[in-house]
């Protein structure tokens, strides 16, 4: 191991990563469910969502590759950037989760 505090970053943080395609797998299931209304295969919004989701586990993977690749040549930060990438998934669903645990109104 060239850098040992990089590995275990870099080790835990794609463990993490990887435990989201459990909830990514649910959410992908459902996302079909946002063209049910008539019209709805039209909105380019929808749309751009519904491929966002289904690039979580395509990002994950070459993210990975991408920051393990860039371990092994010893550019530990050029590692960190790559294996954040994941982020742009996991936030949002974080924050969604935990406004709907904060205003969820549970009486």
């Keep these: 191991m060239k850098n040992t505090k990089a590995f275990f970053i870099l080790l835990i943080l794609q463990f993490f ?3 989201f395609l459990i909830p990514w797998s649910a959410i992908f299931f459902v996302s079909g469910m946002m063209f049910d209304a008539p019209g709805s295969e039209n909105n380019i919004l929808l749309l751009a969502i519904f491929f966002a989701i289904m690039v979580y586990p ?3 993977i070459s993210s990975s590759v991408m920051s393990w690749k860039w371990y092994k040549k010893g550019h530990f930060r050029r590692s960190y950037i790559w294996n954040s ?3 742009i998934w996991i936030i949002p669903i974080l924050l969604v989760l935990v406004l709907a645990l904060i205003f969820a109104n549970f009486t």
């Design 17 to 19: 990563y990887f435990l």
């Design 58 to 60: 395509v990002a994950l």
């Design 85 to 87: 990438i994941p982020l």
